[in-house]
Each structure stands twice: as C-alpha cells, then as structure tokens.
C-alpha cells in the first residue's frame, strides 16, 4: 500500500496523526497508544545512553519466565513500557517477555481497544557492553468486546492479524521503525529536541546483497538444511558476508537496511528454536514483509502460526525474500524436530 507523501524532518507525531486521518472513522485511540510507546523508547533511551553512571549496568538476581537472568535495564524498560500504556486507555492488555502472565492494564483495562506484544529489551546479553538493544512491538486490535475483561484469546492468535509492528533500537543512534498500512518508515530519535523525525522513509529491503546471520557456535547441532544453506553462503561465488551481533533486533535492522538473511533454527535440544513468536518473530516476520521481504519458521510462513502459549517459541527465518526462500527451501527437507 502507499503512503501520503510526508517530507524528511516530519515528526513521528504529525506522521501518525496525518496517516490515520486518512482511516475512515478512527478516533485517536490508536495515535494515544504509538504514543505511549513513543514516550517508553524516549525513557529507556535516555537510561540506555547512560547506563553506566546510572548505576543500571548488570543483573537483579533474578530469572524471567524463560529461565534467563534478568537484567537490571530489563526490568526497568519493562516497567518503562507498561507504565506508559497503562493511564491511557487505549491497550487493554500486554503481553510481555519480561511478565509471566498477561499484563492487565490499570483500573480500565476493560476499555482498551489494542492488545500489545513487546520485548521491552531484546539482546540484554549486549547491555554490558555498550552494543546495540532494542524494544520490540506488535499490536493487535482486540477480538473481544470493549468494555469487558480481555481474554487470552485476544493475543494468541496468528501473526497476520497485528494491525502494525514496529522496534526502537538504542544504538549509536535512537531510531524508532514502525510497519503499518503495509509500509514500513524509520523515525531517529533527536535527543536535544527530544523527537523523532522521519528520516528512512517506506524502507525496502534490498534483494541483491548477501549477508547471512547466524550462531554457527551451534554448527554440530544444526541439522541437515541448515548446514547446506550455510556452505552454500560460504561459497566464493556467492559474495557473502557474515555477521552476527547477538541482539536480535540489532542484527534484524541492519539487514533490513543492507539486505540479507537472520537464523536461528531449532535443534534437537531446543526443538522449538529460542526466539519467541509474540513479541520476536511475529512483529519482525510482519515488519519485514512490509517491506518486501520474508519470514518463515524453515516449513511456513511466520504469520500465519498460532502460538499456543503467550512465551511460544519458534525457529526463524527472515530477510530478503530470495534468500528466505531458498534456506526454506532446503531445511523444510529436514525431519520435524518437534
Ligand atoms: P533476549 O530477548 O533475552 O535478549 O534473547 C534473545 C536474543 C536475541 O536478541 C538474539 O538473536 C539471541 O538471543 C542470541 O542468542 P544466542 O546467544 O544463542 O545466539
Ligand atoms: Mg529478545
């Protein structure tokens, strides 16, 4: 779908305001909630950037609902992001990696009109080191009636439904990518003016390099069209380069941008891959096909999965287009593992 056209320097604000002027009948609910999550990435980008004389660097002493060590930026961008949601009616729901169950919001959380999914720090294991983190999000408009207690069923549900999808990444820069209405826009973050501005408009992602992302410390584990796919890369004619980060969304945007391919694929001791579809692979897999590229789980398209449980997990792959399919192409010949 195409946009209006907005100049460079447009504010994520008027972007959103405009944009959804052009919906029959809308009424600001949805404008309240981007910015309530516009207001989160602004605090956990400030808190990011310094982090070390914060005091925020290392961990709490506890472990999430995925038995990981949470760290202390974890729980505050957590905290961050459901405190910005929650006085202004407008997501009735949030499901969170850092939250066991679901979040029910405030005393109105019966009037919320949006379900929102989120890692409110993808890639903490980068915190410490000053390398790039991100929040991811997904949104969903509620299946349930208004007015009443939303239910389970209102998120788990395939990742075709969202109604738009967007990360903040804090990395050299802040930059906030929002999909919706099929076109996937970049906003930075400037910090002396405390805004973000359209600066990577109707972003595509380029078909014609080849980059691959993978952990190939799990090489041993990979099964049979992983490994092809792989040397298939590592060979001289295909031109590829490598890179990995380790921060999911960090290693996303920069693929998004330059082109190519992310994996994490399942083993026979994590059947299930580690990511999560909810608030990983789901608004990632609904990001990148806005913008002309691809996901699947190595059998099937991501968004159309229906997660069985709010912490789901689920292999992933997802880039430009040709090379998604041809790594699907390949490990769908694989066994089930699950
Ligand atoms: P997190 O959400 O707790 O940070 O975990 C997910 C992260 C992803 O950002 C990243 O792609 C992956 O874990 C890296 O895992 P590994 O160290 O196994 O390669
Ligand atoms: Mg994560």
Same mark, same amino acid.
């Given at each position: 779908?195409?946009?209006?056209?907005?100049?460079?320097?447009?504010?994520? *604000?008027?972007?959103?305001?405009?944009?959804?002027?052009?919906? %029959?009948?809308? !009424?600001?609910?949805?404008?309240?909630?981007?910015?309530?999550?516009?207001?989160?990435?602004?605090?956990?980008?400030?808190?990011?950037?310094?982090? #070390?004389?914060?005091?925020?660097?290392?961990?709490?002493?506890?472990?999430?609902?995925?038995?990981?060590?949470?760290?202390?930026?974890?729980?505050?961008?957590?905290?961050?992001?459901?405190?910005?949601?929650?006085?202004?009616?407008?997501?009735?729901?949030?499901?969170?990696?850092?939250?066991?169950?679901?979040?029910?919001?405030?005393?109105?959380?019966?009037?919320?009109?949006?379900?929102?999914?989120?890692?409110?720090?993808?890639?903490?294991?980068?915190?410490?080191?000053?390398?790039?983190?991100?929040?991811?999000?997904?949104?969903?408009?509620?299946?349930?009636?208004?007015? !009443?207690?939303?239910?389970?069923?209102?998120?788990?549900? %395939?990742?075709?439904?969202?109604?738009?999808?967007?990360?903040?990444?804090?990395?050299? #820069?802040?930059?906030?990518?929002?999909?919706? *209405?099929?076109?996937?826009?970049?906003?930075?973050? *400037? %910090?002396?003016?405390?805004?973000? @501005?359209?600066?990577? %408009?109707?972003?595509?992602?380029?078909?014609?390099?080849?980059?691959?992302?993978?952990?190939?410390?799990?090489?041993?584990?990979?099964?049979?069209?992983?490994?092809?796919?792989?040397?298939?890369?590592?060979?001289?004619?295909?031109?590829?380069?490598?890179?990995?980060? #380790?921060?999911?969304?960090? *290693? @996303?945007?920069?693929?998004?941008?330059?082109?190519?391919?992310?994996?994490?694929?399942?083993?026979?001791?994590?059947?299930?891959?580690?990511?999560?579809?909810?608030?990983?692979?789901?608004?990632?897999?609904?990001?990148?096909?806005?913008? #002309?590229?691809?996901?699947?789980?190595?059998?099937?398209?991501?968004?159309?999965?229906?997660?069985?449980?709010?912490?789901?997990?689920?292999?992933?792959?997802?880039?430009?287009?040709?090379?998604?399919?041809?790594? !699907?192409?390949?490990?769908?010949?694989?066994?089930?593992?699950?």
């Amino acid at each position: 779908m195409s946009q209006p056209q907005f100049e460079e320097g447009t504010t994520l *604000d008027r972007f959103i305001l405009e944009s959804r002027m052009a919906h %029959p009948g809308a !009424t600001g609910v949805y404008v309240n909630l981007i910015k309530g999550i516009e207001l989160a990435g602004k605090m956990i980008s400030s808190r990011v950037n310094k982090a #070390g004389l914060a005091g925020m660097l290392g961990a709490v002493g506890n472990v999430n609902v995925q038995g990981e060590e949470q760290q202390k930026l974890d729980v505050y961008a957590n905290n961050v992001f459901i405190s910005s949601l929650e006085h202004r009616g407008a997501a009735c729901m949030i499901v969170s990696e850092e939250s066991d169950g679901v979040v029910r919001v405030g005393e109105q959380w019966h009037s919320g009109r949006y379900v929102v999914t989120v890692d409110p720090l993808d890639g903490s294991s980068n915190i410490d080191v000053n390398a790039t983190i991100g929040t991811i999000f997904g949104i969903y408009r509620r299946l349930s009636e208004e007015g !009443t207690p939303a239910q389970d069923s209102d998120v788990l549900r %395939p990742g075709y439904e969202m109604v738009s999808a967007g990360y903040i990444i804090y990395g050299a #820069g802040t930059m906030l990518v929002l999909a919706s *209405d099929g076109v996937v826009n970049g906003f930075t973050l *400037d %910090p002396a003016v405390g805004e973000f @501005f359209l600066s990577h %408009p109707d972003i595509q992602v380029p078909n014609d390099k080849v980059m691959y992302s993978i952990n190939d410390a799990y090489a041993q584990a990979w099964q049979p069209g992983v490994k092809s796919f792989i040397e298939e890369m590592q060979k001289p004619e295909r031109k590829a380069s490598a890179r990995y980060i #380790g921060s999911l969304v960090a *290693d @996303f945007h920069r693929n998004l941008l330059k082109g190519g391919v992310f994996l994490y694929p399942a083993t026979a001791k994590n059947p299930e891959g580690k990511l999560r579809l909810l608030y990983e692979a789901f608004p990632l897999g609904y990001i990148i096909e806005a913008a #002309g590229g691809a996901a699947t789980n190595g059998r099937k398209r991501i968004l159309d999965l229906t997660p069985d449980a709010l912490h789901a997990r689920t292999p992933l792959v997802i880039g430009s287009k040709a090379l998604v399919a041809e790594a !699907t192409e390949l490990m769908s010949q694989d066994p089930a593992l699950a």
